[in-house]
């Protein structure tokens, strides 16, 4: 039987005792709660959580072991004036590090542009054949952005073509490193750097601050013309929080800090492409592209839902350089034009994907039990979305996921991971089967050398799974923050929620179980896409709740009178002017005993 709606396992966190919240008097116990629940017991970690610092909190960039030979390098292609071109990646982290590198080389008078390649055409990373192009043209410093650590070949090419290529990137790296002149990625073998989970843009933005540094200028060795280098690099913060979110990046340590800064300056941003991209997504309330000062707060779920998938679009339908020029733009009515353009095209792209969905699940819903990885493959599906399919599968059942379509006679396939399966890993162990792959431990990317070759890999694939969950599909463990009831979600508790912003990877939004809730009214928007509920408990004020693509899965399923267990977040709805507390939907059950454990 299909599985359809595959159940979570429920573990709500063990309650902090009484003799321990006292630690922490000032505080209250919700928070004490949520503290706890995230491993957070020092006072000093507590006080860096909740109260991130930029000076304190961000470490020296020249910290990276290369970080100075790659000054010093830059310093020489200032000076001399050589060309220089940034080499980014189609998604919003390559274009966001490549906006930050341009702007600032720019700033301090180099002679730079960006190349950004397109997905279909190109594919994936740094190629030799666009080596070569860039050689003929006279580029003699080569900087990736969020790619580069896997083209050894490429950089060899670059090496005998007299380009000297320095690496910022973040992706999982081969035991062979290329032979670049200088790698910045915090994840390399022996990289000294202490923290590991910077974006790409958060690797760019590490070298922006040793260049504008005092020991940076002393290394460029070049005479600049008057800048506020504090300034140049502080107002990059608002692409870096773009892109760190949008990328999944753990929102903890200097991801915190950069975010939580970077957060500032987007809602106060001084470039007019973002301006105009957050009008065109309706962030604005009237027409506000000079004056920010009637726009809805941003915060990190604006980026992951609204500006990154903007962003993202241009590279998965199109070319990448139209979210590129946007940020770099500094012309309202070239901004505006170019923000409704990525506008059209993520609508185009959520219909691609919409439908790439239906067809997938239509392969995979007779073989979700009996299976510990999900693998879905039409030749005809747009590379573009496969990413987001892979995503959304494994949002839906829980199990690893490949999803694969034919490009110009070729596989190409996207993954998405988490229950501890490592997709880079697993692609380690049948290495010969591809021409190129990379990613990290949750998502990643890969070509097949030969079309026939797709049978033996998701065999080999389903193999491997099976040694990793010892032949039992896992099964996914919603975690939950603490058991209330409908009248403790108050707007004291919104308040201390906001405490924890940003919000996203490693740093999840609170979530609740609301026990013996009862459906008043049940209902579907958005062409019965999401589902609509109004709660009740023992006469408490009935909230509203909003479940997001769930409709499909559970509109049939409740009536009203049903009694259900629900696990929700508290969240803040905005319309016209009117402000109320509502629920988020993350997962419904109808209301048995002992259904729920208690994570020790």
Known sequence: MARGIRQKEWQIAKAVPDDAAWLFALYPKSLVQLLTNRKLRDREEIE?????????????????????????????????????????????DGVCASTVLVTALRALGAKVDAYLPNREKEGYGLKEVTVEKLAKKGVTVLITADCGISSNEAISRGNARAIDT?????????????????????????????????????????????????RGMELLDI???????????????DVVAIATVTDMMPLVGE?????????????????????????????????????SSNRKQLNASTIGFQLGPRINAAGRLEHANGAYDLLMSDQV??????????????????????????????????HLDTTPIITAYAPEWHIGVLGLAAGRLLQRYGLPTMVM???????????????????????????ELFSSYGGHAQACGFTLKEKKLREEFVE???????????????????????????????WELYEILQKFEPFG????????????????????????????????????????????????QWFTKLTKNDTVDVVTELMLNEWQGNKELQLRLVDIKKHTTGAVSVNS
């Open 48 to 92: 860096r959580f909740l109260h991130p610092d930029y000076a304190r909190d961000l470490h020296d960039p020249f910290l990276f072991r290369d970080m100075e030979k790659a000054i010093k390098r830059i310093g020489k292609a200032i000076k001399e004036q050589e060309k220089i071109v940034v080499h980014g990646d189609y998604d919003a």
């Open 166 to 214: 320095i690496i910022v990137d973040h992706h999982h790296a081969s035991k062979i490193l290329p032979s670049a002149y200088a790698i910045l990625n915090p994840v390399v073998p022996d990289e000294s750097y202490p923290f590991k989970y910077l974006a790409a843009v958060g690797v760019a933005f590490k070298m922006v601050q040793a260049l504008v540094s005092d």
């Open 223 to 237: 005479e600049v013309r008057a800048i506020n280098r504090e300034a140049l690099e502080k107002w990059l913060l």
């Open 255 to 291: 991801n915190r800090a950069l975010v939580s800064y970077g957060l500032v300056v987007l809602n106060k941003t001084r470039r007019t492409g973002l301006k105009a991209l957050i009008e065109a997504a309706g962030l604005e309330m009237g027409h506000t592209t000079v004056n």
């Open 333 to 366: 009515d070239q901004a505006m034009a170019w923000a409704q353009n990525l506008n059209d095209i993520n609508k185009r792209r959520q219909k691609i994907t919409e439908q790439v969905m239906k067809e997938a699940y239509a392969q995979v819903k007779d």
């Open 405 to 431: 379509s034919d490009k110009n006679g070729t596989i190409t396939g996207s993954g998405r991971s988490r229950n501890g399966f490592h997709l880079v890993d697993a692609l380690d162990t049948m290495s």
């Open 460 to 490: 080999r694939l389903h193999t491997y799974a099976k040694k990793v969950f010892q032949k039992h599909p896992p099964q996914e463990i919603l975690l939950i923050d603490a058991v209330l009831t409908l009248q403790e979600l108050t």
């Open 505 to 552: 990877q490693a740093n999840p939004q609170p979530k609740f179980l609301i026990e013996q809730a009862t459906i008043l009214d049940t209902q579907t928007v958005g062409n019965g896409k999401h589902l609509k509920l109004l709660l009740g408990q023992d006469g408490a004020v009935a909230r509203r709740a909003i479940g997001f693509s769930m409709g499909e």
